[in-house]
């Protein structure tokens, strides 16, 4: 890439928004640490038996391996990888701006029946307040909001507003798109608060991040900014340690820790870890009590089995799978900690289809992963849309698989039809310049 310093995008020194990278070290890190974490670390931390053997860390280190290698593969052989193509040019600026506003009447239609069915549930001012008040755990005022199933996924449509306003914005000027950005931020900080989710910020915020990272800036040619996006990562760290931390107070310390824990601060370290290292212990732990694999994509492809209509389909396909929610906390509860209840990401196609189909399914997923990095470092309208939640995805992966839960389903299916339409439009496309307005 021969650019100079003035036209240089952010993403272009982000070495860390490449897929290889995250990857590597999420997933081998948590590996490490789950490996190298002592039995009597895990029950007293984490009140969990060790289940994380040499054998999941080999099985943890392959799969890194091919996940990596059809990353490269998809890469290689991408023709005019490091082309660059403006895709603001070559879109329909009206088609972009209703896709967007869709988005955005969508996910507030959802949050307008998310709250009502709170508020008609008895939600008030005194159950708000007795959150900040200590009075009662999070959990307690969660029950308000859970009457209507399906509500909360109607909220992600939020993501897609998130991905589209970044695409127009700093094409046409970011006043046509920062007040509904900005409502669809505030509404997600709540929800993250009252409904317990941390995650419903992030969702916005690192879609937000990666779109943000796409777009040339003069201000890359100065070197404390340029070093400060290259140790991005670890500054990332530490502000995700205390925001898990501020959210650990309300969800668990003040009602449930406090009495018996020295140290917010030391409780929140050892929580942040041990909901990646349980994760990891989870699947090895699902690996030895289940002896054979599912024979299903039920953790790889979750969603389908709760989807309105498909739901039935696919557990008639699957009928040999007697496998749900209930099954599985009961297993926990028996042999693991249902308190950290995340099944992990990684070892899931193994728990689904047995060590050679697992690696099979990561190689097909850096194929794709790589593909639509090639795509969103050229900036086409694809890649665009669609990386932004692929790296949310890889940020996950310890955890659990991202892409296959529910949650992810409305924005995935939302920017895949509108990178479709998008390029649809490309043939008979008008100029974003000619709707331009002053940046600012």
């Known amino acids: 890439m021969n650019e100079s310093p003035e036209t240089l995008a952010p993403r272009d020194l982000a070495w860390w928004l490449h897929p290889v990278p995250i990857f590597v070290l999420l997933n081998g890190l948590t ?40 990353v490269w593969l998809a890469l290689v052989n991408q023709p005019g990888y490091f082309a660059k193509s403006e ?9 972009a701006l209703l896709l967007f506003n869709i988005s955005f009447w969508l996910c507030l239609s959802a949050y307008a029946v998310w709250v009502s069915v709170g508020i008609s549930s008895g939600f ?5 307040k007795s959150i900040f008040t200590g009075g009662v755990s999070i959990y307690t005022v969660r029950i308000f909001f859970e009457h209507v199933p399906g509500i909360t996924t109607g909220t ?42 941390r995650l ?14 796409a777009q040339p800036a003069p201000w890359t040619s100065r070197r404390s900014l340029r070093t400060l996006i290259r140790i991005a990562p670890a500054l990332g760290i ?20 406090s009495m018996r824990e020295s140290s917010l601060f030391s409780f929140g370290l050892w929580r942040l870890l041990g909901y990646y290292v349980t994760s990891a212990n989870n699947s090895a732990f699902l690996i030895a009590s289940l002896r054979e ?22 557990r008639d396909i699957f009928g040999w799978v007697h496998f749900d929610y209930n099954v599985f906390m009961n297993l926990l509860t028996a042999g693991a900690n249902p308190e950290f209840n995340n099944p992990g990401g990684l070892l899931s196609p193994v728990i689904d289809f047995g060590v050679p189909a697992g690696l099979i399914y990561w190689a097909i997923m850096g194929l794709v992963t790589g593909y639509l990095y090639g795509l969103y470092v050229r900036s086409h309208p694809l890649g665009m849309c669609l990386y932004p939640i692929c790296f949310l995805t890889l940020t996950e992966i310890p955890r659990y698989i991202y892409w296959g839960v529910g949650r992810a389903f409305p924005a995935l299916a939302f920017l895949l039809l509108s990178a479709f339409l998008l390029l649809r439009s490309a043939a008979n496309y008008e100029l974003f310049s000619r709707h331009s307005v002053p940046a600012d």
């Open 200 to 213: 419903a910020f992030l969702e916005l915020a690192i879609p937000f991040l990666v779109l943000w990272l």
């Open 293 to 314: 694999p599912l024979g299903a994509p039920y953790f790889s492809f979750y969603f389908l089995w709760h989807f309105p209509v498909l739901e039935g389909l696919v």
């Open 87 to 95: 895709w603001q040019g070559t879109v329909s600026f009206s088609r």
């Open 124 to 128: 008030g001012l005194a159950a708000l």
């Open 238 to 257: 530490g502000m995700v340690y205390m925001v898990f931390t501020i959210f650990e107070y309300f969800r668990s310390w003040s009602i449930y820790y």
């Open 31 to 70: 590996g490490l640490a789950s490996y190298v974490a002592a039995p009597e670390t895990y029950l007293r931390f984490w009140h969990t038996p060790k289940y994380f053997t040499g054998e999941t860390l080999l099985i943890t280190g392959g799969i890194i391996i091919v996940f990596s290698v059809g």
């Open 156 to 197: 992600q449509f939020g993501m897609a507003t998130v991905v589209l306003g970044c695409l127009i914005g700093p094409a046409a000027g970011w006043k046509i798109v920062r007040p509904r950005l900005a409502i669809v931020f505030l509404l997600a900080m709540i929800r993250g608060l009252l409904y317990s989710e």
